[in-house]
């Protein structure tokens, strides 16, 4: 471990807080509509607005699908009491704020 990364963790530890500060930054990005959100598929690299993927909608809920690759990027299951979003298709979600 160099002195640099060393010094890194260090202060990242000072700074350490759960989950639950992170509230207002989630909660701004949940609130907003993702549809315009910008989405880069795991699988090919394509960057593209989540609202142009492919909706395979079933009954349970929807796969969002790369519409270069059709790699699965969004899974949305709703179920008794709960919404599931798996996102692991999807290396980056860019929310625009302004
Ligand atoms: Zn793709």
């Known amino acids: 471990m160099t002195i640099l990364s060393s010094t890194i963790e260090a202060?990242?530890?000072e700074t350490r807080l759960d989950g639950n500060a992170a509230a207002g930054p989630l909660s701004e990005l949940f609130a907003r509509d993702i549809t315009t959100a910008l989405?880069?598929?795991a699988?090919?690299?394509r960057e593209t607005p989540v609202g142009t993927l492919f909706d395979y909608g079933q009954?349970?809920?929807v796969v969002l699908r790369c519409n270069g690759c059709e790699g699965a990027m969004l899974r949305l299951v709703r179920t008794p009491g709960s919404l599931r979003l798996d996102p692991s298709g999807v290396s980056m979600l860019i929310v625009a704020t302004g």
């Open 11 to 13: 202060m990242m530890n």
């Open 39 to 41: 989405a880069t598929c």
């Open 43 to 45: 699988k090919c690299g």
């Open 59 to 61: 009954a349970m809920g």
